[in-house]
């Protein structure tokens, strides 16, 4: 039997195709409205999930093959090393649902480790990544139905129809570091809802370690990450009809110490006005746009913040280095 990665992108008849354009004006009216509450408010600060358009997501591919940064790697070889032994402590799962799925290569190592699986949902804001993902799974797992979801993990109120029997949710990457905590605490406590009961949930935890490790991966010699966080204005100028001038702002990647995490800004080299939306926005040279958080747990941390969401601890999994563990939980 063929797979099946029909999903709420594609649209081939009118009724969808006006569907499709609703969706698009909704997300750009949102992105507007974010831009410039962001922008115009004290702190300035930009939701992270705008960092993905397609040129961003590409951007982030090239971040998870540079040396100094090590997530991707230190998951992968978790996967490859414990697969088995994860499959074997999920037990039953029809329906695989992945948050922030991005690229979907390490899940492509999960889905290979478990047995039984019929349904893969991977959820992304970013939908050429999600199309990319779909395009390159598909031929690599025949019988397993692909059914991508185009949207805000942090919103999602209901999984498709297509979500049946028992669930294993994964959040891959340590992006729920990119929540603060509170964030996440209600990230999770939603994730519950929508998984339903005697679930279980996969989550990849980037683990504390020395600044000296932290920040190369975050600001690398290359220069990669901080194209990834310009990007976004390159993306304000494109759709908000703006005038970044990107060399008069620069990337910085700070490690705050008491909050245990990254803190990724870009600062306004310059005394400068910029339009966005026919508004004009000053920025004081030394200014700082916050774009991202990134939160790093030590495994105690992180497990009592998913058991004040109602998820236990089954079993965690660090790697020889302790740079970054799994995380399998369970609906109590
Ligand atoms: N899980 C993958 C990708 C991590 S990058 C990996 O580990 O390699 C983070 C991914 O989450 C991106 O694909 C981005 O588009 C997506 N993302 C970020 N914020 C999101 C949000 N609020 N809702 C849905 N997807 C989001
Ligand atoms: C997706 N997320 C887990 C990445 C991280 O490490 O926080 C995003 C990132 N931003 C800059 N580099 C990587």
Redesign the pocket.
Known sequence: MGNDISSVLAGNSPDADASQAALQAAAHAEFAQAVLDGLTGQPRSLP??FL?DERG?EL?EEI?KLDEYYP?RA?TALLQSHGADIAEHVGDADTLV??????S??TSLLIDALDGLDTYIP????ES?LTEAAEWLAPQHDDLTIKPLV????RMEALPDTARGQKLGFF??S?IG?LTRDEATAFLLNAAQLLGRDSTFLV?IDLKKSPDILIPAYDDAEGVSASFSLNLLTRINRELDGNFDLARFGHRAVYNEREGRIEIYLESLADQSVRVLGRDIAFAEGERIHTEYSHKYSVSEFQALAATAGWRGMKAWTGDEGLFSLHLLRLN
């Open positions: 992270s999930r993905y997501s982030f998870t991707t998951e992945e948050f922030g799925s991005g690229s290569r390490k959820i992304d804001v970013s990544y949207g805000d993990f942090t891959s990457g992006t990119n990849g």
